[in-house]
């Protein structure tokens, strides 16, 4: 038994070294113009309810046909086809409603984001019938080139990436790791000319408190409304009420920048607030606290 576990802790250490050396890899191929956020200038027309696929882009879910089980990750994940024959990365479970959510917010203050649809119940064949699933789209022309990171990408010193650091914090995503990160190319581009999209895939640990394993939390309104979003100003120096994965993140936030991202997100009307949060299918009373507790942050901005 001892050998078998020594042998597994090899095998998962090797599939890891596996995993980075294609990323390197891929990374090394890329050639493109990195693109992550572009000037929304429709902003207070864009619709939530849709997001970035708008409606045109819905999955037909009348007839789901499983394909494979997704492995990784907190939620259950099943790559489907929809009866157009389009594939979809459908998450099951508590993190369906904030990805859908957070993934609003982010596409409507101009941020490169995934297509996403929330679906309030659903049939997969063969695996049965589910409430509250998120459907991500998988392009067939669409190529997941692997991972960015927080700490070395070619945005580091741009006004909207610091904005999107301070609004991880607004969202309570206390899961900050590059592995929920993803560059999204076209697929057989061979020009060199194409758009590399820097976007962030998984949003799902928003909406709930940040804090270490025991005490954080994920799509709970009550602890959201509740959680502290800044502890003070130090000068020109943001201190958040941030504990969750890579603090020191967002050390060295200024007000500048607090004041870049609250310049986009006044723009936002209530209605469009509440929408992001009806696109995920919170209730009534959900849908009010969510967007009271939003727009509290958006003013101490």
Request: glycine share 8%; proline share 2%.
């Amino acid at each position: 038994m001892l050998a078998f576990s020594f042998s597994a802790v090899a095998q998962d250490q090797t599939d890891k070294k596996e995993k980075t050396d294609k990323n390197k890899a891929e990374k090394k191929e890329l050639t493109g113009k990195p693109v992550m956020w572009r000037e929304p200038t429709d902003l207070e027309s864009r619709n939530l309810l849709a997001g970035a696929g708008g409606e045109e882009m819905k999955p037909d879910i009348s007839k789901l046909t499983f394909i494979e089980q997704k492995t990784g990750g907190f939620s259950t994940k099943y790559r489907v086809r929809d009866a157009k024959g389009n594939e979809w990365i459908a998450k099951i479970g508590k993190e369906a409603q904030t990805d859908t959510a957070a993934n609003r917010l982010l596409w409507a203050l101009g941020y490169e984001t995934e297509i996403a649809y929330l679906v309030p119940k659903v049939k997969i064949e063969g695996k049965g019938e589910y409430e509250n699933v998120r459907f991500e789209a998988r392009p067939a022309d669409v190529k997941r080139a692997g991972n960015w990171m927080w700490e070395n990408n070619p945005f580091m010193d741009t006004p909207e990436f610091r904005g999107l650091k301070i609004l991880m914090v607004m969202l309570n995503n206390w899961d900050m790791k590059d592995d929920n990160n993803e560059i999204l190319a076209k697929r057989g581009d061979t020009t060199g000319e194409g758009e590399l999209r820097y976007i962030i895939s998984d949003l799902g640990a928003t909406f709930g408190k940040t804090g270490g394993f025991f005490s954080r939390s994920r799509n709970d309104a009550d602890d959201y409304v509740k959680a502290v979003f800044i502890k003070k100003v130090n000068g020109e120096v943001i201190d958040f009420n941030y504990g969750g994965k890579n603090q020191k993140l967002f050390t060295n936030i200024t007000v500048a920048d607090a004041r870049w991202l609250s310049n986009l997100m006044k723009r936002l009307s209530d209605e469009q607030i509440r929408d992001a949060f009806r696109s995920a299918n919170y209730t009534a009373e959900e849908v009010e606290m969510l967007t009271g507790a939003l727009k509290r942050r958006i003013a101490a901005l």
